[in-house]
C-alpha cells in the first residue's frame, strides 16, 4: 500500500515496487503505459509530490545507485519502521524524453530532480556520492548531465 512520508523535506507519497499509482483525481501524471518500466524496477521507487496545497500532486521517482535492498525498504515502508537511513543513498528524479545529440536517438530516462526537497537539506552529498549515467546507450557520446538511469536499457 502506498504510505505518505514526511523525512525533513516536502511529504511525499511513497509507492513499494508492485503497488498501483491508485491516483487521485487531482494529480498531474505522466504516461500510464509506461508505469511497467517503474513498478518493480530494481533502482527506482515511485513517489507522488505535492509541493504547495494548491497544486496537484506531481509523479517522480526515487533512484538509488548504492545497491540498497529496495524490497527491505518497501518492507520497513508498509510496516512503519523506515526512516531516514533508508533513503539515504536516494536521489529524486523525474522520468522524461531526450533526444541524444550525436546519433539522435530518442532515450527515455530518468535525470535527478534537484528542485524537490523531500529527503532533507543533504543534496550535495548525494549527488557526489551518486552513480550516474553519462553516455548514450546507442552510440556511446555524452549525454544530458545528472541522468541516473536509462529506462529502455533497464
Same mark, same amino acid.
Given at each position: &500500500?502506498?504510505?505518505?512520508?514526511?523525512?525533513?523535506?516536502?511529504?511525499?507519497?511513497?509507492?513499494?515496487?508492485?503497488?498501483?499509482?491508485?491516483?487521485?483525481?487531482?494529480?498531474?501524471?505522466?504516461?500510464?503505459?509506461?508505469?511497467?518500466?517503474?513498478?518493480? *524496477?530494481?533502482?527506482?521507487?515511485?513517489?507522488?509530490?505535492?509541493? #504547495?496545497?494548491? &497544486?496537484?500532486?506531481?509523479? #517522480?521517482?526515487?533512484?538509488?545507485?548504492?545497491?540498497?535492498?529496495?524490497?527491505?525498504?518497501?518492507?520497513? @515502508?508498509?510496516? !512503519?519502521?523506515?526512516?531516514?537511513?533508508?533513503?539515504?543513498?536516494?536521489?529524486?528524479?523525474?522520468?522524461?524524453?531526450?533526444?541524444?545529440?550525436?546519433?539522435?536517438?530518442?532515450?527515455? @530516462?530518468?535525470?535527478?530532480?534537484?528542485?524537490?526537497?523531500?529527503?532533507? !537539506?543533504?543534496?550535495?552529498?548525494?549527488?557526489?556520492?551518486?552513480?550516474?549515467?553519462?553516455?548514450?546507450?546507442?552510440?556511446?557520446?555524452?549525454?544530458?548531465? #545528472?541522468?541516473?538511469? *536509462?529506462?529502455?536499457?533497464?
Amino acid at each position: &500500500m502506498a504510505v505518505t512520508l514526511d523525512l525533513g523535506g516536502t511529504p511525499f507519497v511513497f509507492f513499494p515496487a508492485g503497488e498501483p499509482w491508485g491516483i487521485p483525481g487531482d494529480v498531474v501524471h505522466g504516461d500510464q503505459l509506461e508505469d511497467p518500466l517503474l513498478i518493480d *524496477h530494481p533502482r527506482l521507487r515511485r513517489i507522488l509530490v505535492r509541493s #504547495y496545497p494548491s &497544486m496537484p500532486a506531481l509523479p #517522480y521517482v526515487l533512484h538509488w545507485s548504492d545497491g540498497s535492498d529496495l524490497h527491505a525498504v518497501d518492507s520497513r @515502508v508498509t510496516a !512503519g519502521t523506515v526512516d531516514a537511513k533508508d533513503f539515504q543513498g536516494a536521489l529524486v528524479a523525474e522520468v522524461r524524453s531526450v533526444v541524444c545529440r550525436n546519433c539522435a536517438a530518442i532515450l527515455r @530516462v530518468v535525470v535527478a530532480e534537484t528542485a524537490i526537497s523531500v529527503l532533507g !537539506g543533504d543534496l550535495a552529498p548525494r549527488i557526489a556520492e551518486h552513480e550516474f549515467r553519462q553516455n548514450c546507450p546507442v552510440c556511446g557520446e555524452p549525454t544530458l548531465p #545528472y541522468v541516473v538511469e *536509462h529506462l529502455d536499457a533497464a
